[in-house]
């Protein structure tokens, strides 16, 4: 079965903080899509970044970037300088050959004034 | 654009009511999907649509059924809900259902069922 796990279920950090979200994931799968989404209190869901499998090079949307260890299932995501819109709600997801998206159960994110 | 609109942000509706949540886009993405979501809990696959196919979870109820009349618009009607159905309703679409692409949400409806 796949799975994606999100350990950390809240997190806070002062602003301007940099601060590392972790996700780690099983399948049998080689070649896959790993996606961070945000959902702020509006609840919309946002895209924050994604990985393609196949790609060594970690994945870097301006403050965010990710650190993803093929070998060891594990994609995390740092967010640098850290500011008070990036407080919400972050899932880990995972997209399998059938298409369908496999949430973590996320990570409350509060960054501190 | 990247861009997936629904409508209506907020709906209110009695376990007798018949209603509808609409959903579009405009990126010519091949797939479609709604998505429930109960408060602080990662959304749930109700129903993808893709190349004139539906996909049903098959936990979802009958008092749920989607209908895509064309391929930017997937509606999804409801009938006889329960208080229980009351969550946040996704919906999403990417480019190709057959791979593995980046799904793209709106910003949801809030749905209470009372």
């Known amino acids: 079965a796949q799975t994606v796990t999100q350990s950390q279920p809240e997190m806070s950090v002062q602003e301007a903080e940099t601060v590392t979200l972790s996700c780690t994931y099983d399948?049998?799968?080689?070649?896959?899509?790993l996606f961070w989404y945000k959902q702020p209190p509006s609840r919309q869901m946002i895209l924050v970044i994604r990985?393609?499998?196949?790609?060594?090079q970690n994945a870097t949307e301006n403050r965010f970037s990710v650190n993803f260890q093929k070998a060891a299932k594990s994609f995390s995501l740092k967010i640098s300088d850290s500011q008070l819109g990036d407080t919400a709600m972050y899932f880990c997801?995972?997209?399998?050959?059938?298409?369908?998206?496999?949430f973590g159960k996320g990570t409350r994110l509060h960054i501190l004034p | 654009d990247t861009e997936v609109t629904q409508t209506p942000k907020h709906l209110v509706m009695g376990m007798t009511n018949k209603k509808s949540l609409k959903c579009e886009q405009h990126?010519?993405?091949?797939?479609m999907y709604w998505y429930k979501q109960k408060a602080k809990k990662p959304p749930e696959l109700m129903f993808v649509?893709?190349?004139?196919?539906?996909?049903i979870n098959e936990s979802v109820p009958s008092r749920f059924s989607p209908e895509c009349p064309n391929s930017s618009l997937l509606n999804l009607h409801l009938h006889a809900l329960q208080p229980e159905d009351s969550a946040l309703y996704l919906c999403?679409?990417?480019?190709?259902?057959?791979?593995?692409?980046?799904?793209?949400f709106g910003p949801g409806t809030r749905l209470t069922v009372l």
């Open positions: 990985q393609e499998a196949y790609k060594q």
């Open positions: 997801a995972f997209i399998n050959r059938d298409d369908k998206i496999i």
């Open positions: 649509y893709s190349y004139e196919k539906l996909s």
């Open positions: 990126m010519g993405h091949r797939a």
């Open positions: 999403a679409s990417s480019q190709d259902p057959f791979l593995e692409d980046t799904q793209y």
């Open positions: 399948t049998s799968e080689n070649n896959y899509y």
